[in-house]
């Protein structure tokens, strides 16, 4: 297949993907010749009669692998975004695969014998070095063939249960979708809610891939309210078998590579470092976080009448908050629509941080009618990038929010980054996109990430800016969505969708007031799935346990197993541990929002949003990526250590 156009680099601005001349025919041989050239590459590298450089090992590995990065990228964009039957098949084939081709690399012992040779001259030279020692050492360089044997299996195995259980997943969001015949069943959703609902005179709420369905606050059918969360917190059953084997696989492989379990394992090399300090973290937080959700729960069962179940308290919250602070999601909608939120709130923050500008490019093309792209440019008119938006949800998209790179930034192969923001927004039937409070977070969240990779400005690829350690990547992310509700950039953005008005000031304090609210809830359920995670993968090697009742005891443990509350992802629906790579690294988020909250503290006290702070930010934490200590970094930004208080009094736990 000559015309495969994976086998040369794209032609078009900053190597996008050539997505109109992409089809599904041209991934398995462009696998097949990326795998193939990548081992010859490897098979060169090791077989250098030279004495051993940086240069002649490393930096030569660092090339290798050009035609499998580029199908690998977009590849992997459709699994998750745009995943036909044909791009499942193909998933299904490459993914052990792929975990083989991984193996032959870092288990191959003339290659680690050379990388143990290296000598580095300069920070980024000895940051790269460590990385490559690291990952071959955990990957399994130092096993004997026997083990090596097996590690091979366990990996094969674990990449085949992972995309079953990620595929199933994705189905499940329309097979478990609320069904009813009458839209009087609907009643508490806004008018065009129901009408996009509807199809073939029925009416239809697919699952977002949360526990908490957004519905659940609304309708006011206590029973269809019941069947919601039901359909949802149910849906894939079978996937707590696949959980569990995956589970069982990992403490084995953990156990092969000297470690008492895959926690231990998997934080060796995060900032967290050993098991004792995140379990130190998130027990810290149980304690305070239930008794505040005790409280509000005496507050809605004297609002309700009745014990509060786990499907009413969304319904319950979002009245006390209706009442109390006089906010009503439906009201803030029409001020965040999707196109000012973007240009006017999100582009217009990053201008007064960093300097950076967007132009779209109607003439590029993404690889979905829904994506848009922008050009975006340096302070100085220079390119930095593209910019990548797929707003909306759809039946072959995955569930929640996320970024990832189409070309990673990289000196060293003259690359500029080529980023993706993916929502999961309801695409309205007709008019503007209104999003809710939630959504214009995720939005600013996501960016977050995505000027992490876009203001990398590093020499080496594995350096890349969001190539850090993963209770450290979501630090950027999280600091960005602190701009949705400041004052200069509500004032861009927030307007009325008709009229042009500002968003009255009172209706965001009052939403700011009324997220505090609910904070024992969210910090409960989100610490219910941290613990879940982290609870599967402190599984000792061998140790037998039943799936049908882990998760329950599980909780038990921890003092979670609370009737009002789930984890926002139950073990059937995780994907960011059994399809993803949180596995052992939920409790990231809460991890990462300790430097978060302390550093949102930070830019307050120094003026807010101004190219001071921004450029700050972007010379010590985002353009690093890998290079430096991610925790020194944050240090030098702060100048001091982070401090846990500042998180526990903005969830309202102090």
């Not at 699994?79 to 032959?104: C, F, N, Q, Y």
């Not at 879940?532 to 443990?557: C, M, N, Q």
Request: aromatic content about 10%.
């Amino acid at each position: 297949m000559t015309d495969n156009p994976f086998f040369a680099p794209s032609a078009l601005p900053y190597g996008l993907p050539d997505f109109e001349n992409i089809r599904e025919e041209h991934f398995l041989p462009a696998f097949e010749r990326g795998m193939a050239e990548q081992i010859a590459e490897i098979d060169a590298i090791k077989n250098d009669p030279a004495p051993v450089t940086f240069e002649n090992t490393l930096t030569a590995l660092e090339r290798s692998g050009a035609v499998l990065r580029r199908v690998s990228n977009v590849f992997f964009t459709f699994s998750s975004s745009d995943a036909t039957d044909g791009v499942k098949e193909i998933e299904k084939e490459m993914s052990p695969r792929l975990a083989a081709h991984a193996d032959a690399i870092t288990l191959d012992r003339d290659l680690w014998k050379r990388i143990e040779k290296v000598m580095a001259d300069g920070p980024e030279e000895a940051a790269l070095l460590e990385r490559y020692r690291t990952d071959f050492v955990k990957a399994g360089a130092l096993l004997d063939e026997a083990d090596q044997t097996r590690l091979r299996e366990l990996n094969g195995e674990l990449a085949r249960l992972s995309t079953e259980f990620g595929q199933n997943v994705v189905e499940s969001l329309t097979e478990s979708a609320l069904v009813v015949d009458d839209a009087a069943e609907l009643d508490g959703l806004d008018e065009d809610r129901i009408a996009m609902a509807e199809q073939d005179g029925k009416y239809v709420l697919p699952l977002l891939n949360v526990s908490v369905q957004p519905a659940l606050a609304r309708l006011t059918d206590r029973s269809v309210r019941e069947r919601l969360h039901t359909l949802s917190v149910e849906r894939a059953p079978g996937n707590v078998e696949i959980a569990a084997r995956m589970a069982a696989l990992r403490a084995e492989r953990a156990a092969l590579l000297g470690y008492p379990d895959h926690a231990a394992y998997k934080v060796a090399d995060q900032t967290a470092k050993t098991v004792e300090a995140v379990e130190e973290r998130l027990g810290a937080m149980v304690e305070p976080a239930v008794r505040n959700l005790h409280r509000l729960a005496g507050e809605l069962e004297e609002l309700a009448g009745h014990p509060i179940q786990a499907w009413d308290w969304a319904f319950y919250a979002e009245k006390v908050r209706q009442s109390r602070y006089h906010v009503d999601e439906a009201a803030l909608r029409p001020y965040f629509e999707l196109e000012r939120v973007f240009v006017d709130g999100v582009f217009h923050a990053a201008t007064g941080l960093y300097g950076i500008t967007f132009t779209e490019r109607t003439d590029l093309r993404g690889y979905h009618p829904d994506v848009r792209v922008w050009e975006v440019f340096d302070a100085d008119g220079s390119g930095l990038g593209l910019f990548l938006l797929d707003p909306y949800a759809r039946p072959t998209k995955g569930g929640g929010a996320w970024m990832h790179n189409l070309v990673e930034q990289s000196e060293l192969l003259g690359q500029r980054p080529v980023v993706v923001n993916n929502l999961n927004i309801t695409k309205p039937v007709s008019g503007p996109t209104l999003l809710t409070p939630d959504e214009l977070n995720a939005a600013f969240h996501e960016f977050g990430h995505a000027l992490h990779g876009l203001l990398s400005s590093v020499r080496f690829p594995r350096l890349e800016g969001t190539e850090v350690p993963r209770d450290f990547v979501e630090f950027p992310s999280q600091v960005n969505e602190m701009w949705a509700n400041d004052p200069e950039v509500l004032a861009n953005y927030a307007r009325h969708h008709e009229t042009g008005e500002p968003v009255p000031t009172e209706l965001i304090e009052k939403m700011v007031a009324a997220e505090r609210y609910d904070q024992g809830f969210a910090t409960v359920e989100y610490l219910a799935a941290a613990l879940l995670d982290w609870s599967w993968h402190r599984i000792a090697p061998g140790e037998e346990v039943d799936p049908a009742t882990f998760e329950t005891e599980a909780l038990k443990r921890w003092g979670l197993d609370l009737r009002q509350v789930r984890p926002r992802y139950r073990t059937a629906y995780f994907q960011h541990c059994f399809a993803g790579d949180y596995h052992a690294g939920y409790y990231s988020y809460v991890w990462s929002e300790v430097l978060d909250a302390d550093s949102v503290e930070w830019f307050t006290e120094n003026g807010g949003l101004t190219r001071e702070n921004g450029d700050r930010f972007r010379r010590l934490v985002l353009s690093v990526g890998g290079s430096v200590d991610p925790m020194a970094a944050t240090r030098e930004f702060l100048g001091r250590e982070p401090r846990l208080e500042p998180l526990l009094n903005r969830r309202g736990l102090i």
